[in-house]
């Protein structure tokens, strides 16, 4: 026999869902927004179909009967399987965007910019990754990325490229209390240890720069994050990567101390995995990247 003809009105399943977690016919019918006339209604006729109450009706109150417990128990699982079951289902209809950078590129780049897409795609899920570690494109779990560094990549394809200059920033405040002048001993420099050499050390910035200065920092991080916020505290000098302090330069809170400038070597990629299955949500992602990288 088809279930159609074996199941009940599904609205009245669902007003004797909600009397039975609600405890109160009035409750249901706000939660329901029909009128409590309308909920007596619904379960009045389920009485009936059943040939058996399914609440006893006390003073001010109600009391299910175990056949109505029962009965209710079944319907709130389905109901929530079903719930389960549509929310899925709407968001695989929507565009899900996975984007990899480094930490730094996402905190002090990508993050500030990434309203503007989302708003101009409401419809995108949007997911970072931000790791200081290669990130694997073979797996499929990103779908754009910035990488930093020299192309050819053999995992990826590059969309776009914009190189960078480096320069000395510290705060105002510390500004102000070594003066003007150029780089020299009596500063305090800020350093970032990573394996990752592309990331410039004081020494290498010395070196390239054609300066006879050997420094020892007296504050050391593994994360740029970290060196930026103690550059921007006033505790010492930074190797500012432009592209990445920018936003800190624009506000004031950090400013460029006078040592010249150097143009990096390797440069940010906007890179798409070679495997990877083309996506409208990537191909717009890959395309504001592009335009803000220039931008």
């Not at 329901?32 to 006893?56: D, K, N």
């Not at 997911?127 to 779990?141: N, Y």
Request: charged share 20%; net charge negative.
């Amino acid at each position: 026999m088809h279930f159609r003809r074996r199941i009940p009105s599904l609205t009245a399943l669902v007003t004797l869902e909600a009397v039975l977690r609600k405890k109160s016919f009035t409750t249901a019918a706000t939660e329901l927004g029909v009128t409590q006339a309308a909920v007596s209604r619904q379960i009045a006729l389920l009485e009936e179909e059943f040939g058996q109450p399914l609440f006893v009706r006390k003073h001010r109150a109600i009391e299910p009967t175990a056949a109505c417990i029962n009965l209710g128990a079944t319907l709130a699982k389905s109901f929530a399987d079903i719930a389960e079951s549509v929310e899925a289902l709407q968001s695989r209809s929507q565009d899900v965007l996975t984007i990899g950078a480094t930490v730094a590129f996402s905190s002090f780049w990508l993050l500030p910019r990434l309203a503007e897409f989302r708003r101009a795609n409401p419809g995108i899920l949007v997911r970072v990754i931000s790791q200081d570690s290669p990130i694997a494109l073979d797996d499929g779990e990103v779908d754009v990325a910035v990488r930093y560094g020299l192309p050819p990549f053999s995992d990826s394809t590059v969309i776009a490229s914009h190189g960078d200059v480096i320069c000395p920033v510290c705060s105002p405040d510390y500004l102000r209390r070594r003066g003007d002048g150029a780089l020299g001993s009596a500063d305090e420099f800020i350093e970032t240890d990573v394996l990752d050499r592309s990331w410039y050390s004081w020494a290498q910035w010395f070196s390239l720069t054609g300066a006879n200065l050997e420094v020892k920092p007296s504050l050391r991080f593994n994360h740029y994050t970290e060196t930026i916020a103690a550059a921007r505290a006033g505790q010492g000098i930074a190797l500012g990567w432009r592209m990445l302090v920018g936003t800190f330069l624009e506000d004031g809170t950090l400013v460029q101390v006078d040592g010249g400038e150097l143009a990096a070597e390797d440069r940010y990629n906007v890179i798409v995995p070679v495997k990877a299955k083309r996506s409208n949500a990537r191909d717009l992602a890959a395309a504001w990247l592009t335009a803000s990288l220039h931008g």
